[in-house]
């Protein structure tokens, strides 16, 4: 028996997501290779993330040392990408 289909969901970006990610200021092509592993995944497995809230999501993206989280919702049809942070460093 094959393994059921799972369902693609669309990807939205919201400006803040867009306006965030130029900001920092990453070469376009490599940022949009890690964009689109986040896209592949969350788009058809969006519980992959860890929850945050009721509707707010968090994703781990791009190398570890980059420490860049998205944070993202999602509904039946679509991912919506809300913002892109990159990680707080601890102080001790």
Do not use: C, H, M, S
């Given at each position: 028996m094959l393994p059921e289909e799972c369902k693609h969901r669309?990807?939205?970006k919201e400006p803040q997501?867009?306006?965030e990610l130029l900001q920092?200021?990453?070469d376009?092509?490599?940022a949009d290779e890690f964009v689109e592993g986040a896209e592949w995944v969350l788009s058809r497995y969006p519980d992959a993330g860890t929850k945050l809230?009721?509707?707010v999501w968090f994703l781990p993206?791009?190398?570890p040392s980059l420490g860049l989280s998205l944070?993202?919702?999602f509904d039946e049809d679509y991912?919506?990408?809300l913002s892109l942070q990159r990680a707080s460093e601890e102080v001790d």
């Open positions: 669309g990807i939205r997501f867009e306006q920092l200021g990453f376009p092509v490599r809230a009721k509707k993206i791009g190398r944070y993202y919702t991912v919506y990408f």
